[in-house]
Structures are given as structure tokens and as C-alpha cells.
């Protein structure tokens, strides 16, 4: 299982950034995929998550209206766009997914995003 985010970087307040996640190694159209976000010295929080066929979607409280969860099965990608971000939308962002059959988690390396003028 292979997780690569990419997408992240600097950006000032109000802004907007796409996080692409590239997933390999497992039938991903069969997976829900999760966002996470850690910022330093703070727990690692749920963002949002996509069902597996990308019917359903759920974000976090702090973050709704200003992020949209999305995913193309055809090319083994989940998408993160972000919206009027804020300097405490400054950390790094996970892409995840969970193997009940196995009980673990997997995680990419994240993709750093700092909000800052």
C-alpha cells in the first residue's frame, strides 16, 4: 500500500490549495479515504472522509463550508480543495486508509500546508 499526498505549500490567508492524494497498492475504488491534518505539538485530527463509491462524504466541524472531499476511482486519486483558509489550517495533511480485514491504518508521508501572510 502506497499513499503520496502532494498539493500543499504556502499560501496567505483566504486562500484556496488542492491536495491530491495518489493511492496504490490495493483496489482503492473498494476503500473509504480519509483526510487527516496534524499541526505541531497537536493530536493528528480527522478533516474529512469519502465513501468508497464518493456518494457520501463527511467533514469535520471546523472545516465545513470551506473544504470539499472528492475522489476519481479511475485514476486511484482522492482530492482535498480547501477554501478561505486560515492560519490554524497550518499543518500537515495525511491522506489515510483502513483495512478492517487487517485492522490497520495506512498513512502517507502528508504534505505540508501553512497558511501566513
Known amino acids: 500500500v502506497q499513499l503520496v499526498e502532494s498539493g500543499g505549500g504556502l499560501v496567505q490567508p483566504g486562500g484556496s490549495l488542492r491536495l491530491s492524494c495518489a493511492a496504490s497498492?490495493?483496489?482503492?475504488?473498494?476503500?473509504?479515504m480519509r483526510w487527516y491534518r496534524q499541526a505541531p505539538g497537536k493530536e493528528r485530527d480527522l478533516v474529512a472522509g469519502?465513501?468508497?463509491?464518493?456518494?457520501?462524504?463527511d467533514v469535520a466541524e471546523s472545516m465545513k463550508g470551506r473544504v470539499t472531499i472528492s475522489r476519481d476511482n479511475a485514476k486511484n486519486t482522492v482530492f482535498l480543495q480547501m477554501y478561505s483558509l486560515k492560519p490554524e489550517d497550518t499543518a500537515m495533511y495525511y491522506c489515510?486508509?483502513?483495512?478492517?480485514?487487517?485492522?490497520?491504518?495506512?498513512w502517507g508521508q502528508g504534505t505540508q500546508v501553512t497558511v501566513s501572510s
Open positions: 489515510n486508509v483502513y483495512f478492517s480485514s487487517t485492522r490497520r491504518d495506512y
Open positions: 469519502i465513501s468508497s463509491s464518493g456518494t457520501r462524504t
Open positions: 497498492g490495493f483496489t482503492f475504488s473498494n476503500y473509504h
